[in-house]
């Protein structure tokens, strides 16, 4: 996060000076409409987006946006004047689609650092040892102070050049410290539960040790050792011959005899598996032949990693060697490079989400925000606040009530604004969600904190990502209009009969049928069984059901017949001679193929559609004259005036 922080306060300044232009330069306005106006770059970013392939555009290529752009500007002020934004249905889509835009630009803010964090360590393994000093989660300050006191005097003792690891031996409150060292062997990223303990690994230079690191664990003191590539994953079967940790040596050598017998029988070609299966005390996969689950760096024992490591081929074997549950012959099935970061990124990211590093970056953060926006708590009465909620607020149906602004108490203040309690209200009524089993009271403190960090985040989208602030006017917008359209020109289309019949009677000649002809398509599977003077004389007198009846039945079907109306121009069956009443036969029927024969019974003269059969693309062209109608009275409304100059500027000489 630091590259963001450094020069947030430069970003800051440059912001507020790019708002005015580039360096103080006016933004000049390309159009007014009523008491509302553009400004020539408002309008060539949206030019830009919106026409992409358009890289040098004319002066016709932008008029014909900007035609468009006005009117889309003259519905928004519409639907601005008609309040729709206070309609539930605008609210919730609005605030569906800003809840994704913001959660999009929190990751940039939060995930996307700590993703490119990963992908730096991604490909590298961190070996290092470490001294615990216990200390509780919840510890009281004075325990705190009298642990952090202790491990510094370890850390100065080991800098003054005592060895680690005996310092380890000595101090250090990890259960394994006495045979181990402290080494906790190689560690990859994401393997550790601590991510402090991670940056202190990957951070520190190696053989030098870190300063105190805290964890739910205690204080530690981390010292890398080596670094080298990740090394993928393992596959391994194992023999396991059990010991007590505390047990005394006769039972560990007892261990290691057997385990020698074992590695005896495997050297003279007995089969791991049926070894396994007969000798291993791990329960877990000895029924397996002892093959184990795929593992990576870090997540088993130092000795048992550092073994399946060293094995270089399929089906090698290492000798007994001991770890603290006993001692182990390890086979190798198959080892895998660690794929890249970009195979995983998406796990990757889901993984990170329920990491303590991502609740740590979103901490570290919000404070460094509050910080940089100079937050000041005014503290509000929350008490007040929650006298203004009442009982609807646990079923989702909060309203935020009426009260005089001399009322609307400040709760506090964040880069010179000053937020309000009737902020934080319509912040709860725009969030609420079913909520029976919690009290006015938590309800409130939850909103509270949630939307001082949604006001912080908020201006600091708008001033690291400039397309913020337009993203969320082009939602608006976007939803506003589409609102005001359905209620001033589709429903309106769609519910005016009497209108829309008008409109079909003054432009019936408008969609017109071209000639068609009326036709039965007589599909003759079996030629042979079918006199076709006899099928042309039935379907004269008795029609394409005549025609099935005389030559199917249940058990062989030997006709199939299709009847519809084609229109010349449009692809079907008929070609341009056979368009004329009568028989006629397809050219690519084939003899033994079967054979297809075509009855035009009728030709039907051009004729106007009905409203019926055109229906869909009347009720399109009345929306279209309703909706130029509406543009033409909202001009009047808001008067537009363009400024041709500023038009014409933004033509690229060549």
């Known amino acids: 996060m630091k590259y963001f922080f450094t020069g947030l306060a430069a970003f800051l300044l440059f912001s507020h000076l790019h708002a005015q232009g580039s360096f103080g330069v006016k933004d000049p306005v390309l159009f007014t409409y009523g008491n509302h106006s553009v400004s020539k770059s408002e309008f060539e970013y949206v030019f830009r987006k919106n026409n992409p392939e358009t890289e040098v555009p004319t002066l016709e290529d932008l008029q014909s946006y900007l035609d468009l752009y006005v009117k889309f500007k003259l519905k928004v002020a519409a639907a601005d004047d008609a309040r729709l934004d206070t309609a539930e249905a605008v609210r919730k889509d609005l605030k569906t689609y800003l809840d994704q835009l913001y959660k999009s630009y929190y990751d940039k803010m939060v995930l996307e650092p700590l993703m490119e964090e990963v992908e730096a360590r991604w490909m590298t393994d961190v070996r290092g040892s470490h001294i615990l000093i216990r200390l509780k989660k919840n510890a009281a300050p004075e325990d705190t102070l009298h642990a952090y006191q202790r491990i510094m005097k370890i850390r100065e003792r080991i800098i003054a050049g005592e060895d680690f690891s005996e310092v380890a031996r000595e101090e250090s409150e990890d259960e394994y410290v006495k045979t181990n060292g402290g080494d906790i062997g190689y560690v990859a990223v994401l393997a550790l539960p601590f991510y402090a303990f991670e940056n202190a690994l990957y951070e520190t230079e190696p053989g030098k040790v870190s300063m105190p690191v805290r964890t739910s664990l205690g204080y530690h003191l981390v010292m890398p050792v080596e670094k080298r ?111 890249a970061f970009a195979d995983h990124e998406a796990r990757i990211k889901r993984q990170i989400k329920k990491d303590e590093r ?66 934080l209200l319509e912040y709860i009524a725009l969030n609420q969600r079913y909520a029976r089993n919690k009290s006015l009271e938590t309800i409130v403190k939850e909103a509270y904190e949630a939307f001082i960090e949604h006001a912080v985040m908020e201006r600091a989208f708008a ?141 039907i003269e051009p004729a106007p559609k009905t409203l019926d059969e055109a229906r869909g693309m009347y009720i399109a062209d009345y929306q279209n004259e309703l909706e130029a109608e509406w543009i033409e009275r909202l001009k009047k409304r808001y008067p537009v005036k363009i400024n041709e100059a500023v038009l014409k500027s933004l033509v690229k000489k060549n």
Do not use: C
Request: net charge neutral.
């Open 229 to 339: 590539p990740a090394m993928g994953s393992v596959t391994v079967a194992h023999i396991l011959i059990k010991a007590d940790a505390n047990a005394g040596e006769e039972e560990w050598r007892a261990a290691r005899e057997k385990a020698n017998a074992i590695y005896e029988k495997l050297e003279a070609g007995e089969e791991f598996g049926s070894l396994a299966a007969k000798f291993s005390d791990d329960e877990a996969t000895r029924s397996k032949g002892g093959e184990m689950q795929p593992f990576g760096t870090g997540q088993m024992v130092a000795e048992f990693e550092k073994a399946a490591y060293s094995l270089k081929e399929d089906s090698s074997f290492t000798k007994p060697f001991r770890s603290r549950y006993g001692y182990h012959i390890l086979m190798l099935l198959n080892k895998k490079k660690k794929p």
């Open 358 to 423: 991502y609740r740590m970056a979103q901490k570290r953060t919000l404070a460094q925000l509050k910080k940089a926006y100079a937050f000041k708590s005014l503290n509000p009465s929350l008490d007040q606040i929650v006298s203004r909620l009442d009982s609807s607020v646990y079923f989702g149906k909060y309203r935020v009530p009426f009260f005089e602004e001399e009322e609307n108490m400040a709760l506090f203040e964040l880069a010179g604004r000053s937020y309000r309690m009737r902020d």
């Open 463 to 603: 001033d690291r990502f400039p397309e913020y602030a337009r993203l969320k006017q082009e939602y608006r917008d976007g939803i506003m209009m589409f609102a005001m359209m359905q209620d001033s020109v589709w429903n309106k289309a769609l519910a005016d009969s009497a209108g829309l019949e008008d409109y079909y009677e003054r432009h019936k000649d408008q969609y017109r049928w071209n000639e068609r002809a009326m036709i039965e398509v007589y599909h003759i599977l079996d030629p042979e069984a079918v006199n076709v003077k006899k099928l042309k004389k039935i379907a004269r007198k008795k029609g394409r059901k005549g025609v099935t009846e005389a030559f199917n039945d249940s058990s062989h079907v030997v006709i199939k017949v299709e009847s519809e109306i084609v229109e010349k121009g449009e692809p079907s069956v008929l070609t341009e001679e056979m368009w004329k009443t009568g028989w006629h036969t397809l050219k690519d029927s084939q003899e033994g193929e079967g054979l297809t024969l075509v009855r035009v019974k009728m030709l």
